[in-house]
């Protein structure tokens, strides 16, 4: 069983800054990707920045260049460092963990950005 615990989420200003974090722990075997998925009210889930286990990240377009994400060695943790927010990053954000049985998901923490 594997176990995703989100930290870090919160109320921010347009413009604003904030790092998420998320730690993985039980048999998480060999990790293939962890990430980050958001999803806002009446919208679907939406990939926001993966990275793979040979080191390459994949955001999306919408946070690209204000979006960072970084992880341990062992893949284990993984930080999502936000920059320069807007109102529409406003979502529940979930840590996603992927090895070969398949996804796992965190229980989402809330980001809100207004003013």
């Known amino acids: 069983q594997v176990q995703l615990v989100e930290s870090g989420g919160g109320l921010v200003q347009p413009g604003g800054s904030l790092r998420l974090s998320c730690a993985a722990s039980?048999?998480?075997?060999?990790?293939?990707?962890v990430g980050w998925y958001r999803q806002a009210p009446g919208k679907q889930r939406e990939l926001v920045s993966i990275i793979r286990e040979d080191g390459v990240a994949v955001h999306a377009d919408s946070v690209r260049g204000r979006f960072f994400i970084s992880r341990t060695n062992m893949m284990k943790t993984v930080y999502l460092q936000m920059n320069s927010l807007k109102r529409e990053d406003t979502a529940v954000y979930y840590c996603?963990?992927?090895?070969?049985?398949?996804?796992?998901w965190g229980q989402g923490t809330q980001v809100t950005v207004s003013s």
């Open positions: 039980g048999s998480t075997g060999s990790i293939n990707a």
């Open positions: 996603n963990l992927r090895n070969a049985f398949g996804d796992y």
